[in-house]
C-alpha cells in the first residue's frame, strides 16, 4: 500500500473531522486503520508488505477506507494473492505465440489493430496496424514493446503528442502487472532494463501508481502522414492469458480519418522492386 493513495485521499473525503494544521496531505495511518477497523500496528504490517494471511474482508475495508479504484483495488488483492505461502508460482514463458486463428482475424480487420501481451511487448500487427506504429516497430530498441520505445527512444517523443501522459499510464500499466504476476521473469527483467536506462521510468515506478486503460484516445505525431487522434479499445483474447488486441479509429470525416486512409494507402503500396542497369557494350 503506498504512500501515494494515502496523500491522494483527504479527510474531507473520507467525512473525518480535521483540527488545526497537519504534517501531512493525506490520511495518516492511524486513519486509516481506523476507516478499516483493523489496529496501527496491523496496518503497518499489511504496508510492510506482509501481507500472508489477510482476509478478503480486511482487504475490502480497506480498499473501502482509502476508495481505491477498480485497478488499484485488483492491485491490493494481487499483492495479498502473491504474499499468501500457497500461491501458485505462475512462471509466464518469455515467448508467447499468437495463434493463425488470431493473425486472420487481425487481418481482417480494416482499421488499425495490434496483438500485445501484459509485458506491452508487440507480437503481431495487421498493415495498417504496423504502419500506424512504424516507428516503434522500426526502433533501434528491439523487440518491439511499447515501454522500452517510449522511455528509451528519443523518438518516441516526437511520435506521442501526449508523451508523459501515455508513459505514466505504461508504468501504472506494468506496476499493475507486476502485482498479478509478480514471478514474471520477462517483466522483471524489462522492469530492471527500464529502471537501469530511464531515470523517468525509475522515478514513475517508485510512487506505486496503478491503472487501467482499456480505452481512450491517443494523439500520435506520424511520420508520414502528421497528426492523428484516434479512439482505442483493448479486448481480451480470453483463450490466450495476458494477451490483447487494441483496435483504432477515427472520427467518420475527421482530418485523422482522412490522414488513417492516406496511411492505409501508403501500407498498401507495395515496394519498388529493385532495377539492375546494364552496361553498354
Not at 483495488?73 to 518469455?94: N, Q, V, W
Amino acid at each position: 500500500i503506498s504512500e501515494s493513495l494515502h496523500a491522494a485521499r483527504t479527510p474531507e473525503q473520507a467525512g473525518l473531522p480535521t483540527w488545526g494544521p497537519r504534517r501531512v496531505k493525506g490520511l495518516r495511518r492511524e486513519e486509516v486503520a481506523s476507516l478499516a477497523g483493523v489496529s496501527v500496528e496491523y496496518y503497518k504490517r499489511l504496508e510492510r508488505g506482509n501481507a500472508s494471511g489477510v482476509s478478503d474482508s480486511v482487504l475490502e475495508a480497506l480498499a473501502q477506507a482509502l476508495q481505491l479504484d477498480d485497478a488499484e483495488r485488483a492491485h491490493l488483492f494481487d499483492l495479498a494473492r502473491a504474499a499468501s505461502p500457497i500461491a501458485p508460482k505462475r512462471r509466464r514463458g518469455a515467448q508467447q505465440r499468437v495463434r493463425p486463428a488470431v493473425l486472420r482475424i487481425l487481418d481482417s480487420m480494416t482499421g488499425p489493430a495490434i496483438v500485445r501481451n501484459s509485458r506491452v511487448d508487440y507480437l503481431a500487427a495487421n498493415p495498417l496496424g504496423r504502419a500506424l506504429y512504424a516507428p516503434l516497430f522500426d526502433s533501434r530498441e528491439q523487440p518491439p514493446n511499447s515501454a522500452r520505445f517510449v522511455f528509451l527512444d528519443p523518438a518516441a517523443q516526437k511520435f506521442y503528442v501526449d508523451w508523459e501522459r501515455n508513459a505514466k499510464d505504461l508504468v501504472a500499466h506494468l506496476r499493475s502487472e507486476a502485482g498479478r504476476n509478480p514471478y514474471d521473469r520477462g517483466l522483471s527483467d524489462l522492469v530492471g532494463e527500464l529502471s537501469t536506462r530511464s531515470h523517468e521510468f525509475g522515478a514513475w515506478w517508485a510512487a506505486h501508481n496503478v491503472r487501467y486503460h482499456q480505452t481512450g484516445t491517443k494523439r500520435l505525431r506520424h511520420p508520414v502522414v502528421g497528426e492523428l487522434e484516434l479512439d482505442y479499445e483493448v479486448m481480451e483474447i480470453s483463450a490466450d492469458d495476458g494477451l490483447t488486441i487494441s483496435c483504432y479509429s477515427a472520427e467518420p470525416g475527421s482530418r485523422s480519418q482522412q490522414a488513417l486512409d492516406l496511411l492505409a494507402s501508403w501500407a498498401a503500396t507495395p515496394e519498388p522492386s529493385p532495377t539492375t542497369t546494364r552496361e553498354s557494350p
